[in-house]
């Protein structure tokens, strides 16, 4: 497709199971973003990637949070021991370079129970 | 310190009236980048407009207007003739001119109900 994607689309975990969100930018696209987007609330970022290097960590939450993108297309958002303080929606977004529009996918919006 | 601020949380018009939603921000930097984004119900955030600092030129693109005014640090969004599929939550977002870093910081957003 042409656009950002993202799966699973929705996911429930129960408290202390590890997930993995997936998001396939735009082909071409060099930077990839990810941001949690809590019920109500504008989203906040939470890393950035130029290619595979991930040069901004600073919004991950804790160190149960961590983000791979190691052929510089196709990236991982993973949280371990998931607590209910997570739940939210994750978007990803590309852009085709620094400066420019993103463009966002249609999100996952993940539930701990 | 980097804040953008939406202070209309909610705003509900009359199909074929015109609203304009409001978009303060804060920024020490020179150079920066405004955005808004529209999110329908469905979820996906959809780019609507960007501008750069140097470019205070009002725009125009058929319904939407947008005015960036750097002397009072405001970038509005002006819809004329809503229409019922302008409903959504607008969300609109401040990013800078720098190497390794270009995230967007995001205002909570304007929820927009266009009644029919």
């Known amino acids: 497709g042409a656009g950002v994607s993202q799966s699973p689309r929705y996911k429930v975990a129960k408290r202390g199971q590890d997930v993995a969100l997936r998001c396939d930018p735009i082909s071409g696209h060099v930077s990839l973003f990810w941001y949690q987007q809590a019920l109500g609330q504008g989203p906040e970022f939470l890393t950035y990637?130029?290619?595979?290097?991930?040069?901004?960590k600073s919004g991950l939450p804790s160190d149960r949070f961590f983000a791979e993108r190691p052929e510089g297309s196709v990236s991982t958002l993973k949280i371990q021991r998931t607590q209910q303080e997570d739940s939210a929606v994750y978007l990803c977004a590309s852009s085709l370079r620094i400066g420019n529009e993103q463009f966002f996918g249609p999100g996952t919006r993940l539930t701990v129970l | 310190a980097q804040k953008v601020t939406q202070a209309q949380t909610e705003i509900s018009v009359v199909e074929k009236e015109d609203v304009t939603l409001d978009c303060v921000y804060e920024t020490r930097d020179t150079t920066y980048y405004l955005f808004w984004y529209k999110q329908p119900p469905s979820g996906e955030l959809v780019f609507l407009i960007r501008r750069n600092s140097f470019d205070e030129q009002n725009e125009i693109s058929g319904r939407y207007s947008w005015n960036f005014q750097k002397s009072t640090s405001s970038f509005n969004f002006t819809i004329t003739a809503s229409q019922v599929v302008d409903s959504a939550v607008y969300f609109c977002?401040?990013?800078?001119?720098?190497?390794?870093?270009?995230?967007?910081?995001f205002g909570t957003g304007t929820r927009l109900t266009v009644i029919p």
């Open positions: 990637f130029q290619n595979e290097a991930q040069l901004d």
């Open positions: 977002a401040l990013s800078f001119d720098q190497t390794g870093a270009n995230n967007l910081f």
